[in-house]
């Protein structure tokens, strides 16, 4: 019996021909009938990709072989099969599109300038001798369902509105103590940490490996609250059985924390809804008022 698995990667290394590589890496998905979706740029290669453990191990190998992959940061979560309708490899000017191409730097070590990384067990060692800040490097929405205790979860919907927020002055006041970036997987804050140094951050550190790997080591019983967003047909995973909800439907109030798109075909914006809610049209605050207006038309 087949048994699906999803393999979360990336690596920061320089390429000098990643249109080569997409090729390559295309072919190696489709020969082994994994989907997914693959991003490389002259900074490395970051993506997901699920099916059969048979076939996403040989995949693992058989990138590892090139020379440039061969450390690259790998994750493994539980897959629920069909998780990707399709594969996707693509070139990008940014891996993760922070909108700064020009600020980062990158050698075949990884991000050049870039935050100290933490395991999860260092981690807890740091927040149980200093005073900490969790500072999220996800969007809105992936905070909404779950994030660390506590944590600084800035004003954003996508990763390009980063940068205008850490130029605003807000975190300011942030720059002379501790703070923790931490994402899904790990690759968004190799980015923000850098980003952050550069605007003068003084003691930045990143969660190596992200939500995903302290997930794997703690569970549900250390600093994590919630659940994880991941950017495929399961939308959101647990760590274990005694996982909190800590969002609310967005019609009721009910503790949930299941997303839907808005019903307008037109928009990807998402919100945490009930399943009781979530079985009438719903629509974005963007789009609520139009789409009232539109029904009410004979």
Known sequence: MAVPKVLLFYVFTPLSDPDAVRLWQRDL???LGLGGRIILSKDGMNGT??????AVK???RKTREYPAFKNMDVKWSEGKGGDFPRLSVRVREELVSFGAPGELKVDANGVIGGGAHLSPGALHELVAERDVTFFDG???VEAEIGRFKGAVVPDVDTTRDFVAELDSGKYDHLKDSPVVTYCTGGI???VLSSLMINRGFTEVYQLDGGIARY???FKDSGLWEGSLYVFDGREAITFSDDAAVISECRECGQASDRLQNCDDPSCREQFVICPTCASQDHFCAAHSSQA???RARP
Do not use: Q
């Open 138 to 140: 996800r969007n809105a």
């Open 49 to 54: 990709v699920g099916g059969d453990i048979a």
């Open 215 to 217: 997930g794997e080591e």
């Open 292 to 294: 009232t207006v539109s």
């Open 58 to 60: 040989k995949y693992l």
């Open 188 to 190: 968004r804050c190799e």
């Open 29 to 31: 998905c489709e020969s």
